[in-house]
């Protein structure tokens, strides 16, 4: 099982990017999904969440910005990013705890990371 992270780049004040978790490989279930980001210099940070019914939550610093989805058919979740500001500046990952069986254990995955930058 893997975790693909994508979507990031440069983007100026105002902008907007919409990041992709994709995972791969052997999948019976996906569980909650997690946005984080980790700025230079600073602690990673969750975004956004979305379980595995839809449900979401944000951070106080994007609520109203970002919107997180999910397309359970093709097991992606989306991070739609609006009105980016040079603090939104980080690499963006993606975590989930992902069950290949049924009768397997989820285990914690971690996408590698997508940069975004907001500059102008």
């Known amino acids: 099982v893997q975790l693909q992270a994508s979507g990031g780049g440069l983007v100026q004040p105002g902008g907007f990017l919409r990041l992709s978790c994709a995972a791969s490989?052997?999948?019976?279930?996906?569980?909650?999904v997690g946005w984080y980001r980790q700025a230079p210099g600073k602690q990673r940070e969750l975004v956004a969440t979305?379980?595995?019914?839809?449900?979401?939550n944000y951070a106080d610093s994007v609520k109203g910005r970002f919107t997180i989805s999910r397309d359970n058919a093709k097991n992606t979740v989306y991070l739609q990013m609006n009105n980016l500001q040079p603090e939104d500046t980080a690499v963006y990952y993606c975590?989930?705890?992902?069950?290949?069986?049924?009768?397997?254990?989820?285990?914690?995955?971690w996408g590698q990371g997508t940069l975004v930058t907001v500059s102008s």
């Open positions: 490989g052997v999948i019976f279930s996906i569980n909650a």
């Open positions: 975590n989930s705890q992902i069950q290949s069986r049924s009768f397997s254990k989820a285990l914690n995955y």
């Open positions: 979305i379980t595995s019914g839809g449900s979401t």
